[in-house]
């Protein structure tokens, strides 16, 4: 498993943007196909989306309606979201994801790497 830290959650008021980093340890990262679930309060944790290892590939949870843009810098070990125009939905804490093998949108908190989340608080 690769140790992941998420950082850059925060309060946000509605229609910002917010951007979340993933820092993850070890080279092993760079073979790591990533991704961000979310969990609001009182619902199930969710998958948000997904990027493959070489940054080629990106997969984006449905009901996002193209707000938000996953990336990543191998050189830097680094995942990003980008979350633009937040909305109250939006709120919850998010997850940086990873594995090489496991389908990202299928990963459950026994399986994988994951990070211990970041809080988003968006105020309308």
């Known amino acids: 498993q690769v140790p992941l830290v998420e950082s850059g959650g925060g309060l946000v008021q509605t229609g910002d943007p917010l951007r979340l980093s993933c820092t993850a340890s070890g080279r092993a990262f760079r073979r790591y196909n990533m991704g961000w679930f979310r969990q609001a309060p009182g619902k199930e944790r969710e998958f948000v989306a997904k990027?493959?290892?070489?940054?080629?590939?990106?997969s984006y949870s449905d009901s996002l309606k193209g707000r938000f843009t996953i990336s990543r810098d191998n050189g830097k070990n680094m995942v990003y979201l980008q979350m633009d125009s937040v909305q109250p939905e939006d709120t919850g804490v998010y997850y940086c994801v990873g594995d090489a093998q496991i389908p990202i949108e299928t990963m459950t908190p026994t399986v994988g790497s994951w990070g211990q989340g970041t809080q988003v608080i968006v105020s309308s």
């Open positions: 990027i493959s290892w070489t940054g080629g590939s990106t």
